[in-house]
């Protein structure tokens, strides 16, 4: 069984066939889909659609492209959301300086709130780190670093254990181990099928499978051979597949590491 760790369902890009879709990936042995969410209304879209499916579960956040409206009353709605009993993760939250769709001094703030909020409710965090290019390359990522060993350090024995997760994996090799060693997951997704990704591959290709996750982000980075069309959860196949061929090892041997990794992570259960 594989699990697709972060899938946006909720999107415009499946609402033509979002059942078909769903279907299309517990028949390719998708056993579960975590659908986090971008802002307030997709935060309620993922919790409405993790209740009327079974495979689907819900995390609950505001992306830095929407920190700047992140209000208090916004903090109190998240937090009632994340009530919900399908809902395993506080996410998506973290920095992205490449778009710099909200304010630079409103992000950091943001996902300080939103980690205290999952300290205090116990739940793991789904973390972004991006950065634009040339001499700011790496800003968001030492950013993200930082806050995460103060939370860490302030919360200790109240953070869930492990904390979370840095999804779509696109900082380098010391960031990565250094996350690990912090206890978070690295979530891996289809670039790393692309064979012009030499960076990220020879990355993944380092870290210890005890440490990775595997995720579509769909509609989005489609994984080859599909790339180019329409990314959906059934395609989380071809990331296994990928990190299997770089790491030398059995397919069947990454799909169970990595499920049980996301079991662990999110507390989902058997079956």
Request: with cysteine; proline share 7%; glycine share 8%.
């Amino acid at each position: 069984m594989l699990i697709d760790t972060r899938a946006h369902l909720d999107f415009e890009a499946f609402d033509l066939d979002r059942d078909e879709v769903i279907a299309r990936a517990r028949e390719a042995g998708v056993g579960a889909i975590i659908n986090p969410g971008a802002g307030l209304d997709e935060s309620r879209a993922a919790v409405a659609l993790a209740e009327t499916n079974p495979v689907v579960y819900a995390a609950v956040g505001v992306h830095p492209h929407e920190a700047d409206t992140l209000t208090e009353a916004a903090v109190e709605e998240l937090r009632s959301l994340a009530t919900h009993p399908h809902v395993v993760a506080i996410g998506e939250i973290g920095l992205d300086f490449y778009r710099d769709y909200a304010p630079r001094d409103a992000q950091p703030k943001a996902f300080r709130a939103q980690l205290a909020l999952a300290r205090q409710l116990g739940k793991p965090v789904i973390t972004c780190a991006r950065s634009g290019a040339g001499i700011h390359d790496r800003e968001a990522h030492s950013e993200v670093l930082a806050t995460l060993r103060q939370w860490l350090g302030d919360s200790q024995s109240a953070t869930c254990n492990p904390p979370g997760v840095l999804h779509c994996f696109a900082g380098g090799l010391e960031m990565a181990q250094e996350a690990t060693h912090l206890g978070f997951y690295i979530g891996v997704d289809g670039p790393v099928t692309f064979r012009h990704a030499s960076r990220l591959r020879g990355i993944i290709r380092q870290l210890p499978l005890e440490r990775l996750l595997i995720e579509t982000d769909c509609p989005y980075p489609t994984p080859e051979p599909y790339r180019g069309q329409r990314n959906e959860p059934a395609h989380v196949r071809f990331v296994a597949q990928a990190i299997a061929e770089l790491q030398s090892l059995p397919f069947e041997e990454v799909a169970s590491v990595t499920t049980a990794n996301a079991r662990r992570l999110f507390g989902l259960p058997e079956g």
